[in-house]
T-cell receptor, first 113, second 111 residues
């Protein structure tokens, strides 16, 4: 199993550009999440999904959209990139249920100029 | 807002010593989890303790949970250089068991 995969690994955008960060998992996990990690702030939840067709906002959703058309994929879209969105983005997945660990992807390092 | 706050922010010890990291959280939890992150990598799950448990062991890891104080601690015994990483606590809350992460402790283990 590949686990959780993310593409691209690195990306540089100009302010105002849009892009999609890809995330896929092959573990048939119901739950998927997107986090951003900034220095000294730990990980903050952007959006999450508890199953195909169901998404919800996390702690810092502004400027980001998500959709979940299949169990495997959970793309994160930046609508109009801003320098404040410079960060490392992590996708994670886990099985449904209260006591299941999350599996993380390797991350995407995004710089917005 | 951050659910978990950790201390210390950074910890430097010698190989063979024990390392203790502490985490405080703000609201009622379903469980509390600890993750490790090596530099430039994704997070790896270490251990999960349920809200009705007080202590849990896994290899060289020992986790305690005090729900009355809303705090947890992670003890790594007989540290090795390979334990050098950042360690994060994550509080699981709500019906969707969302995870809210602390700010992390950077552990440096020297030979």
């Amino acid at each position: 199993n590949a686990g959780v995969t993310q593409t691209p690994k690195f990306q540089v955008l100009k302010t105002g550009q849009s892009m999609t960060l890809q995330c896929a998992q092959d573990m048939n996990h119901e739950y998927m999440s997107w986090y951003r990690q900034d220095p000294g702030m730990g990980l903050r939840l952007i959006h999450y999904s508890v199953g195909a067709g169901i998404t919800d906002q996390g702690e810092v959703p502004n400027g980001y959209n998500v959709s979940r058309s299949t169990t495997e994929d959970f793309p994160l879209r930046l609508l109009s990139a801003a320098p404040s969105q410079t960060s490392v983005y992590f996708c994670a997945s886990r099985r449904a249920g209260t006591y299941n660990e999350q599996f993380f992807g390797p991350g995407t390092r995004l710089t917005v100029l | 807002s951050q659910q978990g706050e950790e201390d210390p922010q950074a910890l430097s010890i010698q190989e063979g010593e024990n390392a203790t990291m502490n985490c405080s959280y703000k609201t009622s939890i379903n469980n509390l989890q600890w993750y490790r992150q090596n530099s430039g990598r994704g997070l790896v799950h270490l251990i999960l303790i349920r809200s009705n448990e007080r202590e849990k062991h896994s290899g060289r890891l020992r986790v305690t949970l005090d729900t009355s104080k809303k705090s947890s601690s992670l003890l790594i015994t007989a540290s090795r250089a390979a334990d050098t990483a950042s360690y994060f606590c994550a509080a699981s809350t709500g019906t969707a068991s969302k995870l809210t992460f602390g700010t992390g402790t950077r552990l440096q283990v020297t030979l």
